[in-house]
């Protein structure tokens, strides 16, 4: 799984602030697509090394870890999303699959966006968005999509 950017960001999560971490080869196709570079195979390998140094660089201005992509290597955002927990923080998971990935734990994720990226229907601040956004509450989803709309 690799990196190709990443950033400190106040939307993607509601009610964190958010260390968001653009994962490179994904496989979704999406029509549209936003960030077309992110289905190629570009950036630096997410190991353990990688992600504990941007966690020693950024991980105390922030109260969130975001993976987003990683359909390519689920099983990987699990591990590595424990890896941020070990660290204090919680950890968020932007998929574009329509359905949870079956390596899916509620105890690595504390969010979970679900859902392609449609042009015509918008990103989770459209409210026609055809994403949702989830909080994970003690082995259940709590969707949180409203909390995205444009007050
Ligand atoms: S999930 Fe995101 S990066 Fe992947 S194809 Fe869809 S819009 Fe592009």
């Known amino acids: 799984m690799k990196i190709a ?4 960001v106040f939307q993607d999560v509601p009610g964190e602030v958010t260390l968001s971490l653009n994962l490179s080869q994904c496989p979704n196709r999406c ?6 570079q ?3 195979d570009i950036g630096y390998l997410l ?4 992600l504990d140094n941007l966690l020693e660089s950024y991980g105390h201005d922030v109260t969130c870890v975001c993976f ?17 927990h070990a660290f204090g923080l919680k950890t968020a998971w932007y998929s574009g699959k329509q359905q949870l990935s079956e390596y899916f734990r509620f105890e690595s994720i504390d969010y ?3 859902g392609p990226y449609v042009a015509t229907l918008g ?10 956004m989830y909080r994970s509450d003690s082995g259940r989803l709590i969707d949180i999509t409203d909390n995205f ?3």
Do not use: F
């Open 149 to 151: 709309k444009r007050k």
């Open 5 to 8: 950017s990443y950033d400190i």
């Open 47 to 50: 190991d353990d090394e990688m």
């Open 38 to 40: 992110l289905q190629d």
């Open 112 to 114: 979970v966006k679900l």
């Open 68 to 84: 987003m992509g990683g359909d390519c290597e689920p099983e990987e955002v699990m591990r590595l999303a424990d890896r941020v």
């Open 31 to 36: 029509p549209g697509c936003h960030s077309p």
């Open 123 to 132: 990103p989770l601040s459209s409210p026609e968005t055809n994403q949702r």
